[in-house]
């Protein structure tokens, strides 16, 4: 069967993967090392240089963005960090406040109240851990007065070595019309990548870190 180069597969996975954001996710049997063969070597360069990299077509200001993240914990206490999504204001000085409203089985409803440029956003999210998949997904709760009209979003983790997980983020951000245009690249290609390195950091640090 004809394959595509490396260049041309690494888009279509995270667009794929963002596609299937609130489906029952089932555990994976890919390896660290399958996943990196679908990008090319650019992005692996940056990966090991960075220990984080932007996927390709995510900085020409799209709507969707994605990252490869090498953190330096193991597979189950990056997960087990990176689904306490309570704490996101530890590392996020533009998350002012995080408020847990409920809880709906396996899901947990966070409000969140950001500031971004001096503009306040207020939405609210909810997200869901699949400790089994080493999945973590999230979107706008429906029911909400949301100030974005779209958030979602994923981690993919994979074990590294005995030491270090590899990372697989995806998020698509679309805010209110209400509010300024300018708003939107603050949001996502401009500021995608700080919040990413960010939530490396506090992984790292067990949860210390504070930028």
């Not at 969140?112 to 207020?122: A, E, G, M, N, Q």
């Not at 990372?167 to 700080?194: D, E, I, M, Y």
Request: proline content about 7%.
């Amino acid at each position: 069967m004809h394959r595509l180069p490396k260049g041309w597969r690494a888009a279509p996975l995270l667009i794929a993967a963002l596609l299937c954001i609130g489906a029952d996710p089932t555990p994976s049997s890919s390896t660290a090392a399958a996943i990196l063969e679908a990008y090319p070597p650019k992005v692996i360069q940056q990966l090991y240089g960075k220990n984080r990299a932007l996927l390709p077509g995510s900085q020409d200001g799209g709507l969707y963005i994605g990252a490869l993240v090498l953190f330096d914990q193991p597979l189950e206490r990056t997960l087990r960090l990176l689904s306490q999504s309570e704490r996101q204001s530890e590392y996020l000085p533009e998350l002012k406040r995080v408020e847990s409203i409920r809880r709906e089985g396996a899901a947990v409803i966070d409000e969140h109240h950001v500031r971004i440029l001096f503009v306040p956003i207020d939405y609210r999210l909810r997200t869901e851990t699949d400790f089994e998949a080493a999945r973590i997904w999230w979107h706008l709760d429906p029911t909400h007065d949301n100030d974005l009209r779209v958030l979602d979003g994923y981690w993919e983790l994979y074990e590294f070595d005995e030491s270090r997980t590899l990372g697989v983020f995806g998020t698509r951000v679309v805010l209110s019309p209400a509010l300024p245009t300018f708003l939107q690249k603050a949001a996502t290609r401009g500021n995608v990548p700080r919040v990413v390195e960010r939530m490396r950091l506090w992984v790292n640090s067990n949860g210390s870190y504070r930028p």
